[in-house]
Structure formats: structure tokens, C-alpha cells
């Protein structure tokens, strides 16, 4: 069909039906938008059964014992003799829609408001589990984040976070912890916290930003010295975070052992004290193992903070 003799849309309805072969679950389509010759005349669009649109190729939907996904994908051809040509010259030249379609977590289809009824309902553990992943785009680039544990961190003002999720791999850019080389504050009053962090969370989305809840961590003080180490714990109240040694390496160490406990993914899913276990790379290289932050200081170095090295 056409409209206002500007484009040309092609549109193309899928319907994914259960059957006995099926578990009741959450399924996930996944969608590859073609890459071939010609295709940069052509837009698409990806619509899910309930009328909600993406661009990224993503449809989600819930498949129940007798139930369907439907989906639809729009191909928008603008109506130039150029584009009408390129089109015509596909005939010659194929592209095709690659479609997986698998079971998904519930918790990387729910919205954010279902995540948030059953974390401060106190039922997370009954939909969700340690380990199950989400992505979640930060200023347009898609991130995976993993449930690191349920009832762990302690909120501002008593009780327990129902849910804690943290990055499954890193972001695709450094950052520092200070313009300079110490760790004098501590984390909380690092330019890591007080203006990266800050500025990641404006960039992630308004439904998310909406249910994010602040809750106590413990951190060494640091500005220590080889002559005057500093074991002393600092309270800080924190959205977003980066983890203590604590939290990954289960240290025993003066200072450390006391920053928090560790996150059941670092012991259940990976194992963080092991070279495997606490390795990551970029979300875009995988592959490539990096060094990343923690918000540990040096208890004996008033210029380093600590950080989990990818071998």
C-alpha cells in the first residue's frame, strides 16, 4: 500500500503458533535485517503484536499453551525512479530476513514496572533467577545486564533491594576514576561516581530510571599510606555503582573483607576468583579480555584504586 505518493510499504504479517512440542515460556524473536546490495534504499520496521514499534530488530512476546506471537515487519521503499530501480534490481539480487526464535527468561521480556511489582513484592525468585539477562540500551548501544542476586543490598532508609542487576560484559569506552592519580574520597567522592555514573544513568531509559532504588555500600576510605594503611569502611548511598572486591573475589583481606558480601552470580553462575570467572570484555569485542574497575581503594596506596583483571 501506498501513502501521499511518497513510499511504498510492503507489509509482512508472522504468526508463530504454539503446539504440543511447546513449554508454556516466554519466546524471543530475533530478526536480521538484510545487508546486501541495495538494501540501503530500503527502511524497515518491526512491529509487535501490540502495535509497539523497534527499530532494533528485537519482538518479544509471551507464547502460552494454546496462545501465538504475532509480528509484523514493514518494508518502506520511497517512490524515486532511483529507489523503484533499486528495488526492481533485488529481483536479481535477494535479501534475505533472517528469524530466529527461542525461549526467552521472563526477565528479558517483563517491563520494568512487572520487574519492579514482583522485586518489592518479595516474590522475584518465584518468575526470575540469578543469571537470567535483559538488554538495555545506554545512549543507543545495547547492553547486557545479568540478576546478580535477590535480598543482597540494603536500602536507604531499611529493608532489602529485592533485585540487583549489574553488567554481564563492559562498556565500549575507558573511563577513570579521577583526573589525576589518587583515590583521596574514595569512590564516593570519585569523578567516576560523581560525574560518569551520574551521566550513564540520564542515559538510560525513563522507564528503568523510574523503579532504580538507592541503597547502602560499604567502601574502604581510602588515602592510605605504606606507613599508615586505612582499613576504616565508609556508608554511601549509591544507584548505580561500581563493585567492591568484596562483591566479586570474596577477599579476606583487612579492609575489604569488610566492604559488602558477594554477589550469589560470582558464585553460583562464574566463580570471581578465578582468572575465567572475573574475565570481561567490551560489549561490541567480547572476545578480548579487559581490566575493569572496582570501587575499592589501595588500603596502603593513596594513588591506585583496585581494579578485577581479564587475563
Do not use: C
Not at 71 to 96: I, R
Not at 146 to 167: E, P, Q, S, Y
Not at 229 to 251: C, D, G, H, K, W
Amino acid at each position: 500500500f501506498s501513502y501521499a505518493n511518497q513510499y511504498t510499504y510492503f507489509a509482512y504479517k508472522f504468526v508463530f503458533t504454539n503446539t504440543s512440542t511447546l513449554t508454556p515460556a516466554n519466546y524471543q524473536v530475533s530478526i536480521t535485517k538484510p545487508t546486501g546490495t541495495n538494501s540501503d534504499q530500503l527502511t524497515y520496521y518491526y512491529i509487535n503484536s501490540d502495535g509497539t514499534q523497534t527499530t532494533a530488530g528485537i519482538l518479544t512476546g509471551n507464547l502460552e499453551t494454546s496462545g501465538t506471537i504475532t509480528f509484523y515487519v514493514v518494508l518502506a521503499v520511497k517512490n524515486t525512479v532511483s529507489a523503484m530501480y533499486n528495488l526492481k534490481a533485488m529481483e536479481t539480487s535477494p535479501q534475505n530476513i533472517d528469524i530466529s526464535f527461542g525461549a526467552t527468561s521472563h526477565f528479558a521480556v517483563d517491563s520494568w514496572a512487572t520487574i519492579a511489582s514482583y522485586s518489592e513484592a518479595g516474590t522475584a525468585l518465584t518468575r526470575y533467577k540469578v543469571g537470567d539477562e535483559k538488554i538495555i540500551p545506554i545512549d543507543g548501544v545495547n547492553y547486557t545486564f545479568v540478576i546478580l542476586g535477590f535480598n543482597h543490598d540494603d536500602l536507604v532508609g531499611g529493608g532489602k533491594a529485592g533485585i540487583t542487576i549489574g553488567m554481564k560484559n563492559l562498556m565500549n569506552y575507558t573511563a577513570k576514576m579521577n583526573s589525576t592519580n589518587t583515590n583521596v574520597g574514595s569512590f564516593h567522592g570519585s569523578e567516576m561516581r560523581n560525574t560518569t555514573l551520574a551521566t550513564i544513568r540520564t542515559q538510560m531509559p525513563t522507564d528503568l530510571q523510574a523503579y532504580i532504588k538507592t541503597v547502602v555500600k560499604k567502601t574502604t576510605a581510602g588515602g592510605g599510606t605504606g606507613t599508615t594503611p586505612v582499613y576504616a569502611i565508609e556508608n554511601s548511598e549509591e544507584t548505580l555503582f561500581l563493585f567492591s572486591r568484596m562483591e566479586i573475589l570474596n577477599q579476606t583481606i583487612a579492609g575489604y573483607k569488610d566492604e559488602g558480601s558477594t554477589y550469589e552470580y560470582y558464585t553460583s553462575v562464574v566463580d570471581g576468583t578465578t582468572d575465567a570467572g572475573r574475565t570481561k570484555g567490551k560489549e561490541s569485542s567480547q572476545a578480548t579480555g579487559s581490566n575493569w574497575w572496582l570501587r575499592s581503594p589501595h588500603y596502603a596506596r593513596d594513588t591506585l584504586f583496585s581494579v578485577a583483571e581479564s587475563p
